[in-house]
């Protein structure tokens, strides 16, 4: 089924944070999420991050360039009144208070999801991953997500719902829904 979210035209900005760990179907959903809601736009802090790391070695290092550069990004594209999709891995939830606070500043509605998938699903897609991307760091990412939950996420397990019943999903979760 095919849903397409209509906006009022008077309403605010809505802010969509997909988090979850590398190969959850953060990026596959994203990018459905945006044929669906019109005006849209996606930032990834993971994209962002690796477009500057040196090697998989210094991803750490660099991870809070990418969480500033998508901040700063999110603050651009609200005051344009687009629509945002935050596709991160995010297992420090501080990143996602600070999205959410950007948010407020424009009085977006915002919504966090948390896209879950087994380790052996996670290992199996890892094909679809970017090449840095080792069995090792994926099942680190993966625990780092589950360790520190985000209190406000709604989880969606990938592995029993395709891309498009995940925006689905998520299309019916946002209507009257407000953080």
Not at 138 to 167: F, H, W
Request: with cysteine; proline share 6%; aromatic share 8%.
């Amino acid at each position: 089924m095919k849903t397409n979210y209509k906006k009022d035209k008077k309403e605010t900005p809505l802010v969509i944070v997909l988090r979850g760990a590398p190969g959850s179907g953060k990026t596959t959903t994203s990018e459905l999420l945006k044929k669906f809601i019109p005006k849209t736009v996606v930032i990834s802090g993971d994209t962002l991050t690796a477009m500057v790391v040196p090697d998989k070695n210094h991803w750490r290092e660099f991870w809070p360039l990418g969480h500033e550069a998508a901040r700063i990004l999110l603050e651009f594209f609200l005051k344009k009144k687009f629509n945002v999709v935050v596709e991160e891995i995010l297992p420090d939830v501080l990143h996602i208070e600070r999205i959410i606070a950007v948010a407020k500043n424009f009085q977006a509605r915002v919504f966090v999801f948390q896209l879950e998938a087994s380790l052996a699903i996670l290992n199996l897609r890892k094909k679809y991953l970017k090449p840095q991307m080792s069995r090792n760091l994926i099942k680190e990412l993966y625990g780092m997500v589950l360790r520190n939950p985000y209190p406000g996420a709604i989880k969606i397990d990938t592995t029993k719902l395709s891309p498009q019943e995940c925006v689905d999903f998520i299309l019916g979760s946002i209507d009257g829904r407000r953080f």
